[in-house]
């Protein structure tokens, strides 16, 4: 995590090679911390909402970032499929997560909607209008 946030800043990256390692494990590890909590709020903080794809019910849950680690952790917990999803003007972009053993896989999901990717990670997008009428109601 720490190296991501030097994207796009070279100069940062070439300091690397002349710092401290204390320093940098340090840096990391206070990112790492930040991140594991941005993640765990995220998971426990966000309720479901069940959503129609094709002829399965899955969680839904609007998670805009951390959506690989938030979906593969939720996906755990539930022993299931799940979608992350997020608004953008008409449309919704979708990701979806499973674990190896999950049917039906992320990629099955996704090509539902006319998207793909892998196994346990794929994604597709939908109309906003589309998304509203698929969302089940009790």
């Given at each position: 995590n720490f190296v991501f946030t030097l994207m796009n800043k070279p100069e940062e990256v070439l300091k690397l090679f002349t710092a401290s390692l204390?320093?940098?494990k340090r840096d990391g590890g206070i990112i790492s911390k930040y991140s594991q909590f941005m993640i765990d709020d995220m998971v426990q903080g966000t309720e479901?909402?069940?959503v129609k794809v094709g002829t399965h019910?899955?969680?839904f849950y609007n998670i805009t970032s951390y959506k690989s680690d938030c979906g593969n952790i939720?996906?755990?917990t539930l022993?299931?499929?799940v979608g992350l999803f997020t608004i953008d003007g008409e449309k919704v972009k979708i990701s979806f997560r499973c674990l190896d053993k999950h049917s039906p896989s992320a990629s099955d999901l996704a090509i539902t909607l006319g998207?793909?990717?892998h196994h346990n990670a794929a994604g597709?997008?939908?109309p906003l209008g589309d998304f509203l009428t698929s969302i089940v109601r009790n």
């Open positions: 204390d320093g940098i479901a909402i069940m019910i899955v969680p939720l996906a755990n022993d299931k499929a998207g793909g990717g597709a997008a939908m």
